[in-house]
């Protein structure tokens, strides 16, 4: 079964500094992997995606993202955090059938002025 | 605005009552998908339909069910609701980047 594992709940860093939000999968196949932030009281917004290609995969607000296939990761990173870049994040794969989305709980990114 | 309309923003409504839920995709879209969020279950997908059709199951209730119509809006139907159903679902319609998401339909179960 695919699934992603996003280690930790919350992660608190201040502005300025770099944030990495970790995610480790475990897909068959070739895997695809997205990452979608969720704003409060909002939908989720698409950040960033791996299909294949660079394994270091730039997306939306400066946010990036290192596909690493011998640690099956996907950790998103900024060089620099804002206090606006608070949020839900997801890391998301397909389904076995590859018709959907799988979504989890979540890693609440705050950060402190 | 993503494109994707979600109708009502917010519902409160009472034990074993049954609800609908109303989106309409990005214009062009023909996939809908809908997704449950709440606090202990995290975001979980429901169903997915495409042009019309059921394409994929998740973990729905029997007590949900939905539907496409032929202009491709979405009805999601939950009825005897439980206080448990208390959520937020979401609509989705496919874009070449993954997902447009709607902004929610909050649900409160009293």
């Known amino acids: 079964a695919q699934s992603v594992a996003q280690p930790e709940d919350q992660v608190n860093v201040a502005e300025g500094n770099p944030l990495t939000v970790k995610c480790t999968y475990s897909?068959?196949?070739?895997?695809?992997l997205f990452w979608y932030v969720q704003y409060p009281n909002r939908g989720l917004q698409f950040l960033l995606k791996y299909i294949t290609g660079d394994n270091l995969v730039k997306g939306s607000y400066g946010f990036e993202a290192e596909f690493n296939k011998s640690q099956t990761s996907f950790h998103l990173k900024k060089p620099s955090a804002l206090v606006s870049d608070s949020a839900l994040y997801f890391c998301a794969p397909p389904n076995q059938a590859g018709t959907a989305l799988i979504f989890g709980k979540g890693t609440t990114l705050s950060v402190s002025s | 605005d993503s494109g994707v309309t979600q109708t009502p923003k917010h519902l409160i409504t009472a034990t074993g009552q049954r609800v609908t839920l109303r989106c309409s995709p990005r214009?062009?879209?023909?996939?809908v998908y809908w997704y449950q969020q709440s606090l202990d279950q995290g975001l979980q997908f429901l169903i997915q339909?495409?042009?019309?059709?059921?394409?994929a199951k998740g973990n729905i209730l029997e007590r949900f069910s939905a539907q496409q119509f032929p202009d491709l809006h979405s009805e999601l139907n939950l009825s005897s609701l439980e206080l448990g159903d208390s959520a937020l679902y979401f609509c989705?319609?496919?874009?070449?980047?993954?997902?447009?998401f709607g902004s929610g339909t909050r649900l409160t179960v009293v």
């Open positions: 897909v068959s196949g070739n895997p695809y």
């Open positions: 214009s062009g879209d023909l996939s």
């Open positions: 339909y495409y042009n019309g059709e059921e394409r």
């Open positions: 989705a319609s496919s874009a070449p980047d993954g997902y447009t």
